[in-house]
């Protein structure tokens, strides 16, 4: 079901970064940065605090402009400036804060800054049907559109943001840790989220802690170390340890000494451990 | 794998066997209310949820009303009512601008000053230098727009606090507007001229008086049905057409009961009347434009609205604009209405009972949420309570004191009914 193929070999990449680098003052937040990201793929970005996921993001949502390298949208080579300009483009945001209006309904959240007028006036009826459509099609469990945000759990708001992020129908959506606060359920729904806009054939750029999060949705993971490349492997390939090994830029580490240790408790531990880490 | 073929399929099945539900009834979480049972137990869990809209102030005013007529019948006295309406509709539309302000989580101190300042401008162009009292009256609302624009410029380009710069224009209005009437400090407006007939003298003939509640009645059967017929054509779910029915049929008669109410006395007023007209299109532009949308935005969460390419700058330009520029009308008509320009025009209490109405009205002073209604509701409470202690004999000791605690209790019903919305999810 999945995709086995090499992307590569089919399919020209919708974004692909070519030596991106970015200093602020004396700090090297990134250097000689590689990335692709294909259509109906999911990219895990991982990396430990300050190995410059964030700054990636950013400069791909047109917050901070790139100082060095290429950055190529859908074969024509862009300098994004602006996050205006890098809507426009099809690369949708989804920031970890959401930045939904608590005070308005779902509906005027999802087409904030892109309502649809007619006759001079909010089409409102136009609005909730397309709002419904949308949450449809992304299997979301939204009980109703008209309550405020603020009523939602926050899965659901998750889930307002990535369904908000869809609204100018997007080539990419960046999601940044999406589910870092959720709970075991919304997790799972927001996973359930990311699957479905890949099959959508968006490209879909993750950043996550969650490794188990990254297993269970990614195709591909993009390790940054220390604001460089640090090896990009296929999901069902690469073991656990070793990306963790990439991120940590060592195989003797904090994580592997800790999983080393767990070898030596008894067999049933372990067992419950795995089980209920897994998928 | 089989887990996402087995959801396809609950899915297909769900919306297979639900197909015959509105869009947005199709949730099986959601309580249902149709029909007209379900939206009145709807309206009673919206209350129950601190979801109070204008219903505070309603039941105030309903006391408020109940213990004056006791006091004194002649509170109630069509003279008393029609004469209520025309003294507050000056300090009424300066609150409509303090709505606007307070939707954007921002306040402006000096709607005051800027009414008093504009009144001056009036007085000294059309009395002193004889100009046509329409050229003195544009020049009063352009004074009021510049202040606006200056407020919008200071506070996008510096980012100092709103509160400060209109705390800043409240002093410096002042000065302004002593300066302009010179030595005299006051001018007497001709009591002949149309400018304060308008204000003082102009009334609605009875038959006119009709035709707009007719008229609103009719506008508001038409708005409900169509926007059911295209709920209906998206397939959601719609208002039943009982209800549509029973409140244009409410209206037309409660204010149509005013209408005759006041025709026993001098009638309704045209001033009153504009006011009315400028809460309706300011309420229509709120809810029904992009522009209300982005107000309510930027008051929810600037960075959201930011991010979601709302120009937020121009949000606040055209706030603190027209909210100068409703304090200039209502300065100029309060010129007309007590025929004179003086130093005292806009000092006093003008200010904050203009903020306390939209308060008491129901407006947060937490930023995106109220209507434009508060505006005029507020402002009733505060004018009936002004009223009914002057037919008590009782002195402006008093009335501080009362217009006090109203307001103490709106600002802490719109508190309780914050906690309550948090308490129940809905903050």
Redesign the interface.
């Known amino acids: 079901?999945?995709l086995q193929v090499d992307p590569a070999a089919t399919r020209e990449p919708i974004l692909s970064l070519r030596g991106v680098s970015k200093t602020f003052g004396a700090v090297q937040a990134l250097k000689d940065i590689d990335l692709d990201v294909y259509p109906g793929e999911v990219v895990a970005l991982v990396g430990d605090n300050g190995a410059g996921k964030s700054t990636l993001i950013k400069i791909l949502a047109g917050v901070h402009p790139h100082d060095e390298g290429t950055l190529t949208f859908d074969g024509d080579e862009v300098v994004l400036t602006s996050?205006?300009q890098s809507?426009g483009l099809g690369i949708a945001t989804v920031?970890q804060?959401l930045?939904?209006?608590?005070?308005?309904d779902v509906v005027?959240n999802l087409f904030?800054?892109?309502?649809i007028?007619r006759g001079?006036?909010?089409d409102?009826?136009?609005m909730?049907?397309k709002s419904?459509e949308l949450l449809?099609q992304l299997?979301a469990?939204?009980?109703?559109?008209?309550?405020?945000v603020?009523?939602l759990s926050g899965g659901q708001r998750q889930t307002v943001a990535i369904a908000r992020s869809l609204i100018g129908d997007p080539r990419i959506v960046l999601l940044d840790e999406p589910t870092a606060a959720l709970g075991v359920a919304q997790t799972a729904e927001v996973l359930?989220l990311i699957?479905r806009l890949r099959d959508r054939g968006h490209g879909v750029l993750l950043i996550s802690h969650n490794m188990a999060d990254v297993q269970a949705v990614a195709d591909r993971v993009a390790v940054l170390r220390l604001g460089r490349n640090n090896g990009v492997f296929t999901v069902q390939e690469v073991s656990y340890e070793e990306i963790i090994a990439a991120i940590t830029g060592a195989t003797d580490n904090v994580v592997t000494k800790r999983a080393a240790a767990r070898a030596h408790k008894p067999d049933h531990i372990v067992d419950a451990e795995t089980e209920g880490g897994a998928q | 794998m089989t887990d996402t073929q087995h959801n396809k399929i609950q899915r297909e099945v769900e919306t297979g066997t639900l197909s015959q539900t509105a869009a947005d009834l199709q949730d099986e979480r959601l309580i249902r209310s149709e029909g007209l049972g379900g939206a009145v137990r709807a309206f009673f869990g919206r209350v129950r949820r601190g979801d109070l809209g204008q219903l505070p102030v309603i039941i105030g005013l309903v006391v408020i009303w109940a213990i004056f007529t006791i006091l004194n019948p002649t509170f109630l006295s069509a003279d008393n009512l029609s004469n209520l309406v025309q003294e507050m509709t000056p300090v009424g539309i300066l609150s409509l601008g303090i709505v606007l302000v307070l939707l954007l989580g921002q306040i402006d101190l000096s709607v005051g000053s800027v009414s008093g300042l504009a009144s001056a401008v009036v007085g000294v162009l059309a009395v002193q230098l004889g100009l046509p009292y329409l050229v003195a009256i544009l020049a009063g609302m352009a004074v009021g727009v510049a202040i606006g624009l200056l407020y919008g410029f200071l506070f996008i380009r510096f980012g100092v606090p709103s509160f400060v710069i209109t705390l800043a224009g409240l002093l410096g209005f002042v000065g302004i507007q002593l300066w302009i009437l010179g030595a005299n400090g006051s001018i007497n407006i001709p009591f002949q001229s149309w400018f304060t007939q308008f204000a003082f003298a102009w009334f609605l003939p009875p038959w006119l008086a009709y035709v707009l509640v007719l008229l609103a009645g009719l506008g508001i059967l038409y708005g409900d049905l169509s926007r059911s017929r295209r709920r209906h054509h998206a397939g959601l779910s719609s208002t039943p057409l009982s209800l549509t029915l029973i409140k244009a049929i409410t209206l037309v008669v409660v204010l149509g009961f005013v209408a005759w109410y006041f025709s026993t006395s001098r009638g309704t007023g045209v001033m009153f009347t504009l006011f009315v007209v400028l809460v309706v299109l300011m309420d229509f532009l709120l809810m029904r434009t992009r522009w209300g949308r982005s107000i309510y935005a930027v008051g929810g969460n600037v960075e959201a609205a930011r991010r979601a390419g709302i120009r937020v700058n121009g949000v606040y330009l055209s706030v603190f604009m027209l909210c100068s520029f409703f304090a200039a009308v209502g300065g100029i008509l309060q010129t007309a209405y007590l025929q004179s320009a003086n130093s005292q025009s806009g000092t006093g209490d003008v200010n904050l009972d203009a903020i306390a109405a939209a308060v008491i009205g129901g407006t947060s002073l937490f930023g995106g949420r109220g209507r434009a209604w508060s505006a005029l509701l507020g402002i009733i409470v505060i004018f009936s309570i002004t009223s009914g202690l002057n037919l008590l004999n009782l002195n402006s000791a008093a009335r501080y004191v009362i217009t006090a605690i109203v307001l103490l209790l709106a600002v802490i019903v719109d508190s309780l009914s914050r906690r309550s919305r948090a308490a129940h999810g809905q903050a």
Do not use: Y
């Open positions: 079901m999945s996050p205006t809507q920031f804060d930045a939904l209006c608590d005070n308005l005027s904030l800054g892109r309502e007028i001079g006036t909010l409102e009826e136009a909730e049907s419904w449809r299997a469990r939204i009980p109703s559109v008209r309550i405020a603020a009523g359930n699957e």
